[in-house]
């Protein structure tokens, strides 16, 4: 799986777990639903941290929580 691929998978994942639809963690968050589209449909190739961030905070969680998942393992992701 691509790192985009990984990052779209631990939204979900994430949204699963604390409740949220990807638009309401977007609403919740005050990042633009679209953004965050464009982040799980891996059309965004490149997430800002501050936008992680974001949505880490409104998760409760940290960025290290967010990363730390098999999904990130070095192992897991293929490069293009």
Same mark, same amino acid.
């Given at each position: 799986?691509? /790192? %985009?691929?990984?990052?779209?998978?631990?939204? /979900?994942?994430?949204?699963?777990?604390?409740?949220?639809?990807?638009?309401?963690?977007?609403?919740?968050? +005050?990042?633009?639903?679209? +953004?965050? %589209?464009?982040?799980? =449909?891996?059309?965004?190739?490149?997430?800002? +941290?501050?936008?992680? /961030? %974001?949505?880490? =905070?409104?998760?409760?969680?940290?960025?290290?929580?967010?990363?730390?998942?098999?999904? /990130?393992?070095?192992?897991?992701?293929?490069?293009?």
């Amino acid at each position: 799986m691509t /790192f %985009q691929e990984a990052v779209s998978k631990r939204i /979900f994942d994430l949204c699963d777990k604390y409740g949220y639809t990807p638009n309401g963690l977007a609403e919740a968050s +005050s990042v633009p639903p679209s +953004s965050l %589209q464009n982040i799980t =449909t891996c059309r965004n190739i490149n997430p800002s +941290s501050y936008v992680l /961030f %974001q949505l880490c =905070t409104t998760l409760n969680i940290t960025l290290k929580d967010f990363f730390d998942s098999d999904l /990130f393992n070095p192992k897991n992701i293929i490069i293009k």
